[in-house]
């Protein structure tokens, strides 16, 4: 089992603020990170795999860092809008490809 | 786009029912995921499964079982529900060639209350 970890569990921001978050992972063994946006009553959505020490990856205003050699990864989230609010997931499979998740951190944009 | 369907948003039952949750995928994905979610906890792996007739035991198999008789299809099965199954279900899937880069695709979720 991988140890996943996410901070901060959850955040409120008001609309047009920048924020970010941390994806913790185990730096041994690492095969890649992915990232996911969950709406309230949809399905999980896949934002980015990122596999590259140093990997920098960006879907609009969204945009993600590795470092594999620490074990951690941020979301940043820039000019934060209402439709952003989600709970962001990461996840790091093991050699098997079975996902470890973290708790997630639930953001809320506030108008 | 990839689609994952789950056969119920919400469902109710009694201690000690069976329970079958089904996940249809129409991408022709060889693996297939169940995770549960609970508060406080990241996603949780029940069972997955590599082809047909194929499964694997997750990290949380215990009072659960699958069938995956046709390639699109993958089951959940409670044999008899207790109150500590109160979930939330997700299935997903994914193609296989990409290993650890492959992107999981999920389905909906299945909100399921064991009175």
Redesign the interface.
Known sequence: ?LN?EQSPQSLHVQEGDSTNFTCSFPSSNF??L?W?RWET??????LF?M?LNGDEKKKGQISATLNTKEGYSYLYIKGSQPEDSATY?C?S???G????????TSLTVIP | DVKVTQSSRYLVKRTGEKVFLECVQDMDHENMFWYRQDPGLGLRLIYFSYDVKMKEKGDIPEGYSVSREKKERFSLILESASTNQTSMYLCASSLAGGGTQETQYFGPGTRLLVL
């Not at chain 1, 490809?97 to 997630?104: A, D, L, R, S």
């Open positions: 089992i996943v095969y890649a992915h996911y009553a949809k399905s999980p959505e896949a795999v596999t997931l996840a499979p093991n050699t490809n079975q996902f470890y998740f973290g708790t997630g």
